[in-house]
């Protein structure tokens, strides 16, 4: 795209306007994805897209869409992220009721995994872990 650089953010916003108004909520998302990629949209152009687009009455529609899209991309962030340090904890408890006073540096290793499959796995392995001296080899 070769436009001004103020004249580029009115571009992409009429082009996400357009989109709105013609497809449906899941193309949309599909299609702005495409155009951030194609157009190289940086996070500070979508910033000043998402202030241009609240400003105009003609785009209240889609301001309101990304409004509820945001919400909900955050409030999943943090339902995972919930999910993953009630996973750590459940890690931890069992080891300490195993075991007592764990290592700081089992902790570290456990609170270091985010990956809720990996720590799925780490419960199971802490209940059959005969030691916990092997148990810092699994992390």
Do not use: W
């Not at 299609?31 to 241009?52: G, N, P, T």
């Amino acid at each position: 795209m070769n436009y001004k650089k103020d004249e580029r953010i009115e571009v992409i916003r009429h082009a996400y306007s357009g989109l709105f108004q013609l497809a449906s909520r899941m193309l949309f998302d599909k299609y702005v994805d495409f155009i951030d990629v194609y157009a190289e949209v940086s996070e500070q152009e979508q910033k000043s897209l998402y202030h241009e687009i609240i400003q105009h009455k003609e785009t209240a529609m889609l301001a309101q869409y990304i409004r509820d899209k945001g919400m909900q991309q955050g409030m999943q962030q943090g339902m995972q992220q919930g999910i993953i340090q009630k996973a750590k904890e459940d890690v931890i408890e069992v080891l300490e009721l195993r075991f007592g006073k764990i290592s700081p540096e089992i902790i570290d290793k456990i609170n270091q995994t985010n990956d809720p499959a990996k720590l799925k796995e780490l419960l199971k392995k802490c209940v059959q872990v005969k030691e916990i001296d092997h148990f810092g080899f699994i992390c």
